[in-house]
């Protein structure tokens, strides 16, 4: 949608993983449209449907130039039918193909909760093992230009509660591409959330087809004094923070779990013990979200190692609202995380 | 039930061989489900157990016209749907038994079973759910220019969801190779119809898609067979999508054996004598007449069918329950 992107040129100054190197860039939206090309090439069972997937905006600049290169059969324009569209996917992977489903917001996902949580999640367990369903659904969250409460919804935590899928939030370029690859490869159903923030950021990305595989954290950065585990544009915002508190002496390691079902929690614990603090910056409401689900696991497998009570920096328990003023003071960004992270490492100083 | 609006079909011409295998499906269905139900009282089967006696004709008649690439969705009244697809006797009985040798291994219950070969591809017990799959399905047949046919089972309840609309509407528009077989048996659990659709006409509902579609009576194995053959030629001609209402009467409760409340929720004039017509008395009668079976060849096909059952629930009884460590397994497929 066009005010979100004229939003994001406005707001989100564009970040460069690799600045400065002398390889291939990609910004996000690219490396997303790249995967499925690839995808597509390589594979006929791969096919792309979604509301307006080839209409002159396809999905950000994700799809529109997929069908001219597979044509109508393979890319394809969906009914305003949310709810059948994931079942049809699944109908087709029971099938032997390899659907793709782009949903331009989480938000409307929600319309499809029964197929996802009823049935993708779990056909292979209700039916011990006997039928792979090979389903990626892709979902862009919306944000701000008063994107208001239905429109600008992360939903990862609803689906986050549920066994049987498999969860991916990218926050690179390289990892979108390489996410998106192992999403389609993967058997079994897949949630793949964007965020419209991150599509214009950029990083190196190979060429070639390859795979970032599921459950294996990225240390974004290395540090001692306290682990910030952060996932999709949360990343961007803690390496932010991680920046301005090095400044300040604070050495700050930065975890980016890249898909929290399955979750690397090895290396997030590994990290804890050597830090003894751990702040969890979520893109979801607080309560009950993977924020809240990574501190209780550290609280419970690496309690002796805390040197203090961990800290979720996620969204007030809210939906949220248009107004620019009180979208400010609704997303946290890299201050919030910084004033966590100071009031962990200098408990006496007021922050 | 009403047979009002039921499109006449002439008698099918059927060989001795199709009478017999459709006869054989129709009481294998039927036998086994009294057998279920005589044991269910035991409590050796914990699981709900959704009885199709009185439906048999439906789920045979229309598998009659199916290979085995064809694939059937269904819905919590499945082992009609799934005996008829072909799926086996042994592992439904040892899956409501909830054994590792059933159809599911114990983790699906009596509403999920599957039989993958035979081309059931699995049913779900969310009232609906399994429409869509079948378009989904019948969509990649075409892309990978299958010759194969979907076939859905539903009932006049999952007419009410949203999702079958839904579906219906991609089928139309993508003319894909599905037939929507509604099995109209007038109730949702014990709620008739009168009190929860203005129209129970349910055929009609295609209408708003394009989508040809015909009231048949259920009852007459007859009528079933010659309307699906004429739904499912339509489907795998090409001519995409097809939708069949099948006038029925569910003879049990909903769930369960027997029917103890049958006063307090049916009609008067349902219970009366004569409510309970037997599609397999009068598939018998039929082919009686018709000269196309035997006395004995039938009382074959008979006791075939009674020591198939008999067989396998010593198969389900003697087999090994799940362990409690597998647990965890399952919960994806490698
Ligand atoms: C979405 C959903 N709502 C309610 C139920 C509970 N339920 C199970 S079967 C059933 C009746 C369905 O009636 P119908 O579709 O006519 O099938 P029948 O039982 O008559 O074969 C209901 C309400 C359910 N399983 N799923
Ligand atoms: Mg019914």
Redesign the pocket.
Known sequence: MPWTKLQVEREEPAFDENAGDNVRKLDFGTALLEAQDQALARDPRVFVMGQGVNDPNGAFGTTNALYKKYGLERVFDTPLNEESTIGIALGAAMAGMRPVVVHNRPDFLLMAM?QIVNHAAKWSYMFAGQVPLPVVIRSCVGRGWGSAAQHSQTVHGLFHHVPGLKIVLPSTAYDAKGLLISSIADNNPVLFFEQRWLYKHQSHVPEYVYAVPFGQAAVKRKGKDVTVVAVSHMVIESLRAADELAAEGIDVEVIDPRTIRPLDIETILASVRKTGRLVVADLAWTTGGFAAEVVAVVTERAFHGLKCAPRRVAFPDLPTPAGYTLEQAFYPGAKDIKKAVLEMVRPSEKV | MTNKDCAPFPNPELTAAAAADFLTRMLMIRRAELKIEELYPLEQMKTPV?LSLGQEAVSAGVCMHLNRDDAVFS???SHGHYLAKGGSLKELIAELYCRETGCSKGRGGSMHVIAKDAGHWGSS?????ATPHAVGAALAFQMQKKNAVAVCF??????E?GVFFESMNWAALKKVPVVFVI???F???SSHISVREVNEFLYKRAWAFDIPSFRVDGMNPLDVYASAAEAVEHARSGKGPFVVEYVLQ?WRM?VGPGDPNAALYRAPEELQAGYQRDPIKEFVEHVLTAGILKEQEIAQISSRVDGEVEEAFVFAQNSPLPDGGDLAKFLFVD
């Open positions: 029964d | 959704h819905n919590h009244r017990s969310i009232v609906a759910g539903l009932g006049d309840g999952a007419c969801q099995e109209n048996n109730y949702s659990v569910r909903h």
